[in-house]
């Protein structure tokens, strides 16, 4: 991944619409509805890796009574999104920054009724699958997170990925549904990545998957053993400067950083 040069002002940006940033997401684990101000049975929705949060802003701008909570590790990368949240005034998309080796501090079992997947870094090396975020011990995790019926929506460029996705999902026994080599030859409601637009215009084929928890079904370990698991996985923390390579992004001005209306959890901003 070349380098991305550093954004500026970082810190104000992210100040500036702090109301879409969850401060201490460990604090709303159990309580996110609530927090929220959500009906008890209200859709909520997690992405692992937003980057810069284009799918996540079109998703909650196309369904306003679904909340969605983006996640991502770099924060050059979310300011982006949390920006194009605020300037959309998108009042059911939140922002966590953070690594997703942490996701089992910050979602309660059963919390969490669809997550996606897009576009996550191949980790190509052998010794480097433990990172991939379709590895066994994360979808582990995912299930402990996830609802009765709650599915995981995967997609990326990346066959060899998407091979071994296939693999990792059977092997934890999700049910594999809407599986396609090509997803825009396909007629299946899509919002594009960034990464997604690139590789499109590079002509290059989508794979994409729904894996679906099985009723009952429990995660192969303890909570200690599977935090213990994604600890060991988490990669070196990467630079800020490291994490893409966009071009950088004008500060948001001063029309954008209006406080979020009727939004934020208590305490949060
Ligand atoms: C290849 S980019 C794709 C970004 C975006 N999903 C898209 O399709 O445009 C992968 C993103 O996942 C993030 N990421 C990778 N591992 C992560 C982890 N363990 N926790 C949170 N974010 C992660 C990276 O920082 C990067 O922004």
Redesign the pocket.
């Known amino acids: 991944m070349s380098r991305m040069r550093k954004k500026k002002n970082l810190i104000p940006r992210m100040e500036r619409c702090a109301a879409w940033l969850i401060q201490n997401p460990a604090e709303l684990r159990g309580v996110w509805r609530e927090k929220l101000s959500l009906a008890p049975d209200a859709p909520l929705y997690l992405?692992?890796?937003?980057?810069?949060g284009?799918?996540a802003c079109g998703m909650a701008a196309a369904f306003p009574d679904v909340t969605f909570i983006a996640?991502?590790?770099?924060n050059d990368?979310l300011v982006v999104g949390m920006e194009r949240a605020a300037r959309e005034n998108l009042k059911n998309l939140f922002f966590v920054s953070?690594?997703?080796?942490n996701l089992l501090d910050f979602f309660a079992p059963g919390e969490v009724d669809r997550i996606y997947i897009?576009?996550?870094?191949p980790w190509p090396p052998k010794k480097q699958a433990k990172?991939r975020?379709t590895n066994e011990r994360f979808l582990e995790a995912y299930k402990y997170i996830l609802s009765e019926e709650g599915e995981i929506h995967f997609k990326t460029d990346n066959k060899n990925l998407f091979a071994y996705s296939l693999n990792t999902f059977a092997a934890t026994d999700f049910k594999l549904s809407n599986i396609t080599f090509d997803l825009h030859a396909d007629d299946i409601f899509n919002v594009r990545?960034?990464?997604?637009e690139k590789f499109a215009s590079q002509g290059l084929p989508i794979y994409r998957l729904e894996a679906k928890k099985r009723p009952g079904m429990v995660p192969a370990l303890s909570v200690a053993e599977m935090k213990l698991a994604l600890a060991l996985m988490?990669?070196p923390k990467?630079s800020d400067s490291q994490?893409?390579e966009g071009e950088e992004e004008p500060a948001e001005d001063s029309a954008n950083a209006e406080a979020r209306p009727n939004s934020a959890p208590e305490g949060n901003a």
């Open positions: 992405e692992i890796g937003c980057g810069k284009g799918f996640m991502e590790r770099v990368a953070d690594d997703a080796a897009n576009f996550p870094d990172r975020l990545t960034e990464y997604e988490r990669p990467q994490a893409d």
